[in-house]
């Protein structure tokens, strides 16, 4: 079986020193704050560059704390992008503001930043772009429209830690950059994990003393807060990672570049583009399926198809979020978004991970190529 993700080999390479880093937190006994949450905080906030960083529970929490900070609430209006992981849209509707979802470009499955200004009210109070699979969002337009309208942008940065745009890191480029360590993220912890970067010294504090249950000074709560540390065991795990999180990009980007020229005489596929004004850390190698049929039965075909034979490739997203049941009563119909809800029938991510050799992308390859002719895939009928 080829997996789509395969953490056990990053670990073997860094099992010793995990250990030691572990073992020292547990003899400590300081789990929760201790000096090694300090110190991770300190060097992903330098890592990104940006003036104050906070680590938090999980990247959903980042982006709650995020626009919590940002006074975002009722009657507010934020912009996203429909082809997304829930939890993007998810807090908007935590804080009790509404999504409005606008289509995505697609060459990059980012959010259309040539649609945006259409979609701002005198409601939208922010703008959050997704830097997808591993690829930045072009920031410049986003940034230009959010200052002419005064809005924050919050970068969901979950899936693209170590991405550049225009040089500087994503989650560097905005109000606020969001950040999750989810396992299988390109800075992954061994659990739940997430950080928030900006350098704006209110907000810093703002989502500093939300964190922490509302409170600044212990036992004195200002607002209503969470609780999302994140533990010292996952700081002292991910500080170990940080230092080799440039050049397991580096090895994503070679296996991305292996993929385009095994994958580049295949016919009713269509690869993925990386941006040209920035650099992408490929979280995901997502492949289109040209001619899968509206209702994405052929790309779910060629899935298990793919899957019998030994590889698991994975779809993300099967349903964009604007027709998801959950949102049912924003109002949005079937054609709405429709490059959002074609890539939603077409998109198949190919196993991805540093440490994925030549051997078993050959396999990948000759796979897809076999279940292709098979399936007989051909015409390009949802471009
Ligand atoms: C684009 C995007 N945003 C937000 C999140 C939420 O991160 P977490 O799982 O750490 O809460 C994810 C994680 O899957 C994601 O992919």
Not at 30 to 58: K, L, R
Not at 127 to 133: A, G, R, S, T
Not at 148 to 174: F, N, P, Y
Not at 234 to 249: E, P
Request: charged share 15%.
């Amino acid at each position: 079986m080829i997996p789509p993700v395969d953490l056990t080999e990053q670990f073997k390479q860094i099992q010793a020193e995990v250990n030691a880093a572990v073992t020292q937190v547990l003899a400590a006994g300081q789990y929760i704050n201790g000096p090694i949450v300090q110190s991770f905080t300190e060097a992903f906030g330098q890592y990104v560059g940006t003036d104050h960083c906070i680590v938090c529970n999980s990247g959903t929490d980042a982006l709650y704390l995020a626009l919590r900070a940002l006074n975002i609430g009722p009657g507010d209006e934020v912009i996203t992008s429909p082809f997304t992981f829930i939890a993007t849209a998810e807090v908007i509707s935590a804080v009790g503001a509404t999504p409005v979802f606008v289509d995505i470009d697609p060459d990059t499955f980012n959010i259309d930043i040539t649609r945006i200004a259409a979609a701002i009210t005198p409601r939208t109070r922010a703008i959050i772009p997704v830097h997808l699979f591993g690829h930045p969002v072009d920031m410049g337009p986003i940034l230009d429209l959010a200052s002419r309208h005064q809005l924050a942008v919050v970068e969901d940065c979950a899936q693209a830690t170590g991405a550049q745009w225009q040089g500087k890191s994503v989650g560097s480029l905005s109000h606020v950059g969001c950040f999750s360590f989810f396992p299988t993220k390109n800075l992954g912890g061994c659990g739940d994990g997430g950080a928030i970067t900006t350098n704006d010294p209110a907000l810093a504090d703002t989502m500093t003393m939300l964190r922490e249950h509302g409170s600044r000074v212990r036992y004195h709560h200002e607002a209503i807060g969470v609780n999302s540390r994140l533990d010292s065991v996952q700081a002292a795990i991910l500080a170990i990672k940080l230092r080799y999180l440039d050049q397991w990009n580096q090895q994503r980007a070679a296996v991305a570049q292996r993929y385009d020229a095994l994958l580049s005489d295949v016919e009713g596929v269509v690869r993925p583009q990386a941006p040209n004004f920035g650099q992408s850390v490929w979280n995901q190698y997502t492949l289109r399926i040209v001619g899968s049929t509206a209702d994405g039965q052929e790309r779910n075909h060629i899935q298990q198809k793919m899957r019998e034979a030994g590889v698991i490739c994975m779809v993300y997203y099967p349903i964009p979020l604007h027709l998801q049941p959950v949102y049912e009563s924003l109002g949005y119909k079937p054609g709405d978004l429709p490059q959002a809800e074609a890539a939603s029938h077409q998109v198949l991510s190919l196993p991805m991970f540093p440490e994925l050799d030549a051997a078993r992308q050959d396999t990948v390859v000759a796979t897809l190529k076999q279940v292709l002719s098979e399936v007989g895939v051909k015409a390009a009928q949802y471009c």
